[in-house]
């Protein structure tokens, strides 16, 4: 076995190395910290989640006038009257419910007996408790019971006389005046100081809301003041008004359950209405769990099952409803997380405070990501537990092709075609994505392979979207799905070119009638080709239908061979700009084989780099030039002679009627 020399480490690596321990360090302190200062963070976390839900509240009032410090304790005081009053009556609730449990022992042992009756014979499970419970009886048997007195040698005649057991009594002596208060004091201290703690930092935090904003924005960095001050305003109201309509759609949701229960006829109906508004704030499982009590009671309390069923119908008909018609009606859009960031954040809140990180795992998360998406040193958390994709549009598709999994891109693509049209997703998305593979194939990250197979991946690609077409479509249903609402907020919204004319076959000029009068070319390399298809899908759904042709058509040996028949316009496709030679000698080859036919040298570029693109169509003596797909889609309109789709009107989203000139 040959060893390998050793590699001396370069610095970035090292100091790469260094930042990733000391990140890890840090990670481990920070939970440390939350772990064994659960006591006081805890309180400071209710705290801080409080004052969001009671901010826009001293707004309201220091609207109307109110001095500041008059609102903020106005508010705070009617805030912990309603939980100490919210309090008071589920302790009622609790000790009236424990009070009646004895009742309720008897509709039970009836239900089970029912039950018994109703199986024919014993079952197997049946006969295995009754052999557990006679093997229970022989193990719990006294010793000497076992084996029998006689088997035991007396030492005494009066050793077989039964022993009378001596009482014994122990008396604790009167406590006194202090014991007796400290023994009712001492259960109170710890939820009277957590209290007392979480009062203190609610007015605080409301107090000095500016003063805490300023400090975090230094935290966050101040070198663009305007925009850092702007991001966490909009962050700190944006987080306001969420945990407000979630307090109140939670408080709503817990009232309807309370009055159902009550009507229904199930004991201590109050208790859970106040326990279904809390559990909700537990993703996924908080209805559910808080549905189990009153399910229980109802099983113990009614001697039939109507109870149960319609307490069950009551929690099915209704978290439904709140959960996927009125919260999206009321929210607008998620709270911003992903779900496996939902389940994560409450299984580790839950590990490190117990039942009450279960409760506040949701708020604390999107607090964390919301920092994330506007400080730029804590962006790593909207990474790792926002719902926004961690990739941009071109940077998914791009990596859909290089996987070779054009099916899950053309899903995607066909949510966005929902809303926008096919040129703007080939224009803004697809062949950004492209670019990105020119820009590796380039450095030589991709060898021969990998852009083969990039290549056919686009093919596939817009053969499964040969059937949408490019026009706006109406905005009746639009996509919810993640990734194609990145993409749709990626485009503009007056986007150029997405509504050009469909041309008539019979109204085309007769040097535009042949079967392909479009030719797309590949101006080098394999992603130009891919590029080409798309610009041949365009343009054919556009009615001019259009071939495409690989780069090594372009070559001496193949140029003179290249069917050209019924041919009008050639499209030249380059996603390299760093070859002008390449395409001046392309230029010449494609003049000489079609001496009548107009070229167009299409390379996508910026609107800052028109000028450059202008240039190089004049070093290759082009035609023309074109900056994107749908340009060239337009050049080719124009070229046939019609109605410029500059000068059509278009009227409800309908493509405008194209005449011969």
Not at 255 to 277: Q, T
Request: charged content about 20%; some cysteine; glycine content about 6%.
């Amino acid at each position: 076995m040959i060893r390998q020399p050793f590699k001396a480490r370069t610095s970035d690596e090292l100091m790469a190395l260094l930042s990733a321990m000391a990140t890890a360090v840090l990670a481990v302190i920070i939970v440390t910290m939350l772990y064994f200062g659960r006591e006081i963070i805890i309180p400071i976390a209710m705290a801080i989640l409080l004052s969001f839900v009671l901010a826009p509240l001293v707004g309201l009032l220091q609207r109307i006038r109110i001095p500041r410090g008059l609102a903020v304790v106005s508010v705070v005081i009617f805030a912990f009257a309603v939980i100490f009053a919210t309090g008071s009556l589920l302790a009622s609730q609790l000790t009236q419910l424990a009070g009646d449990l004895p009742r309720y022992q008897s509709t039970i042992t009836e239900k089970i007996q029912s039950f018994r009756e109703t199986t024919a014979g014993r079952g197997t499970l049946e006969r295995a408790s009754g052999m557990l419970k006679d093997l229970s009886k022989e193990l719990d048997k006294p010793k000497d019971a076992q084996f029998g007195t006689g088997l035991v040698p007396s030492l005494s005649p009066k050793a077989s006389a039964p022993l009378t057991p001596v009482p014994v009594e122990v008396r604790q002596p009167d406590p006194g005046a202090l014991e007796s208060l400290r023994s009712l004091i001492s259960p109170l201290l710890h939820p009277l100081a957590t209290t007392g703690i979480i009062i203190i930092f609610v007015i605080f935090i409301l107090l000095q809301r500016e003063d805490l904003r300023n400090r975090l924005i230094r935290l966050a960095g101040s070198h663009d003041l305007q925009r850092t001050t702007a991001a966490i305003d909009d962050a700190a109201s944006r987080l306001s008004r969420l945990f407000l309509i979630q307090l109140l759609l939670n408080a709503a949701f817990g009232l309807v359950i309370g009055i159902g229960l009550a009507l229904i006829g199930v004991p201590s109906a109050i208790l859970w209405g106040i326990l279904a508004a809390v559990l909700r704030f537990v993703p996924y499982i908080g209805a559910a769990i808080a549905a189990l009590f009153p399910l229980t009671l109802a099983v113990a309390v009614d001697p039939g099952w109507s109870m149960l069923l319609w307490t069950l119908a009551l929690f099915v008909v209704v978290e439904p409803i709140v959960g996927h018609v009125v919260e999206p009606m009321v929210y607008g859009q998620s709270t911003g997380l992903s779900p496996v960031a939902v389940v994560a954040s409450a299984t580790f809140w839950t590990a490190l405070w117990g039942p009450i990180g279960l409760v506040l795992a949701t708020p604390l998360t999107v607090c964390l990501v919301v920092l994330g998406r506007h400080v730029e040193r804590l962006e790593f958390l909207d990474i790792m537990l926002g719902d926004r994709p961690a990739l941009s549009p071109p940077e998914i598709f791009y990596q859909r092709m290089l996987a070779g999994d054009p099916t899950e891109a053309s899903e995607k693509a066909e949510e966005f075609l929902k809303e926008r049209s096919l040129s703007s997703y080939y224009d803004d998305v697809a062949l950004k994505g492209l670019q990105l593979a020119q820009a590796d194939a380039e450095r030589g990250a991709l060898d021969q392979e990998r852009l083969t197979k990039i290549r056919d991946a686009v093919s596939e690609f817009v053969n499964n979207l040969l059937e949408q077409e490019d026009r706006v479509p109406p905005r009746v249903n639009s996509t919810t799905d993640a990734e194609a609402t990145s993409a749709v907020a990626s485009v503009a919204a007056d986007a150029p070119y997405e509504n050009l004319p469909i041309l008539g076959k019979q109204d085309l000029p007769a040097e535009w009638q042949g079967e392909h009068p479009v030719l797309c070319v590949a101006g080098r390399s394999l992603i130009d080709e891919a590029a080409a298809i798309m610009l041949g899908q365009l343009s054919t759904e556009h009615g001019l239908r259009a071939r495409v042709e690989a780069a090594e058509a372009l070559s001496t040996a193949n140029v003179f061979r290249l069917e050209t028949t019924g041919v009008a316009i050639v499209c030249l496709v380059y996603l390299d700009v760093n070859g002008p030679a390449h395409m001046r000698y392309s230029v010449r080859r494609l003049r000489r084989k079609l001496p009548k036919a107009t070229i167009v040298l299409v390379c996508p570029v910026s609107a800052s780099d028109r000028a450059a693109l202008q240039q190089l169509g004049d070093a290759a003596k082009a035609d023309l030039v074109a900056a994107s797909l749908c340009e060239a889609v337009q050049l080719c309109i124009e070229a046939t002679g019609l109605e410029s789709p500059s000068r059509a009107t278009i009227k409800d989203g309908q493509l405008p009627a194209v005449t011969a000139a």
